[in-house]
């Protein structure tokens, strides 16, 4: 469901008591897999219209809220252990493996350390156009501004692909902005918005841009999403006539299924890059190389564990935790939540932790 249909629809299902299943698509053989996994007993439509999975109850978001809107009812206990939502991500071969159930307490502990990390307080406004559906724009753009009382406008993911300036210019009508985006809407940004448009838009204001490649803070795609340096270094580099600073962008890393937890940079820091034996890399050693070094890879820290957050670098097979500078899977021990295997490989420097990409893949 696009738009404020989705929060009526998200909300109300945990007001009624209901776990939430957001869903990119409304046909396809990935929902009735969903489907068939989770056993939903209702589906959610914007509108009356024919929706999908007959044979399944339709709510039509739109005529409940008119329905429900003199009304009042009482408030919801809800057990924080209790599942809010399951997440579901694809895999490759196309397969659906069973959801991954986010708690309340886990939702909302994740986004408090979020908000903590960024100081976002009721002065902030959160600027979001990430798809609801993914476990990083359902936690950037509805549960951070509940857990930290901060104001929030959405845009629909299409505007941002159509003209990113939308997003920019709902970034500068703001006083205090926290936003979130991956690597590859950075790069966008760049190549879409006009030299001449670059000095008109005022980004002054934007005082957090979260960059990351997984579901807490802005990987679309995967957490095995990579973060550039020369990336945030362009995007710095061509709105800097519109007073964007640098060192507001915060790096971050978090598993792609939309478990919460992860690591985050502190704002307002210089980004940690450092140049690493491609080699090396290879083999399953981080050895630090001169910035003219020829084989070097360039990566950009991911900054420390967020508060509650237990995240580790462990041995594929033994799942024992290495040493520093040593590269293996990534495992996240989300709050009040269960450790998950991400399948991300990377290794921690200094505190700081470095993604080298997925299981499989070269060092990128």
Known sequence: MPGLDFHAGFFGCLYAGMVAVP???ATGQALAAIARDCRPSAVLVPDAAAGPLPGLPRVAVREAVRASRHRRGGPVALDPLAPALLRYGARPAGRWPSGVAVGHGALVAGQAAVRDRCDVDPGTTVVSWLPLWHGTGLATALVLPLASGAAAVTLEPATFVRDPRVWLRAIEAEEDVFAAAPDSAYELCVRRVPVADRMRIDLSTWRVAAVGGGGLVGGVGGSGQPVRARTLRRFADAFRPGFFREEVFAAGYSPGDGTPGGT????????????????????????????????????????????????????????????????????????GGPGTRTGDLGFFDGGELFVTGRAGAAPA
Do not use: C, F, K, Q
């Open 23 to 25: 869903v990119a698509d």
């Open 264 to 335: 985050l940079a502190r704002p307002l820091y210089p980004t940690v890059t450092a140049r690493y034996d491609r080699a090396a890399l290879a083999r399953g050693e981080a050895v630090p190389v001169p910035r003219s070094h020829h084989g070097g890879v360039e990566l950009v820290g991911r900054g420390t564990p967020l508060p509650g957050t237990g995240v580790r670098v462990v041995d594929p097979v033994s799942r024992r935790a290495v040493p520093e500078r040593v590269v293996g899977e990534i495992r996240v021990d989300a709050p």
